[in-house]
């Protein structure tokens, strides 16, 4: 019987670590913004953050095989990452802001649980 009770509580404990691990995959919700001539970033040359369907991240493109396994994560935030919220280093498609700790993009650290990248964001192949 008490080897019962600690599988439960066990498995329970388990269920509630996977929970936990998945809000990091919860949709974002992007706001619009504008710099100070009233441009948005998309009309102002720049990438908005990557668009998901449904509530599902975007799936990291073809082209992009291995990078997560050779780079990690901040290989990903080279190109993707931003400090000031209108520009990244390489290019990318910018992260959301509540990809960074604090929620802010002007700490320039990503949220360490959100380096993890392939797992909300699937491989294409």
């Known amino acids: 019987m008490k080897m019962k009770k600690l599988s439960l509580a066990a498995a329970a404990i388990a269920l509630a670590m996977s929970v936990g691990t998945m809000a990091a995959c919860a949709p974002t919700v992007v706001a619009s ?3 100070a001539g009233g441009q948005s970033a998309a009309t102002a040359g720049v990438e908005a953050p990557a668009p998901e369907l449904d509530g599902i991240p975007a799936n990291t493109p ?5 990078r997560f396994e050779s780079m990690g994560g901040e290989g990903c935030a ?7 919220g209108k520009t ?3 290019g990318g498609a910018m992260l959301p802001e509540d990809h960074y700790v604090d929620g802010s993009y002007t700490t320039g650290e990503i949220d ?14």
């Open 62 to 66: 073809a082209d992009h095989q291995g």
């Open 78 to 84: 080279t190109c993707h990452g931003t400090t000031d």
């Open 112 to 125: 360490p649980v959100r380096l993890q990248c392939n797992t909300c964001h699937a491989q294409e192949s």
């Open 33 to 35: 913004s504008e710099n």
């Open 88 to 90: 990244t280093a390489g």
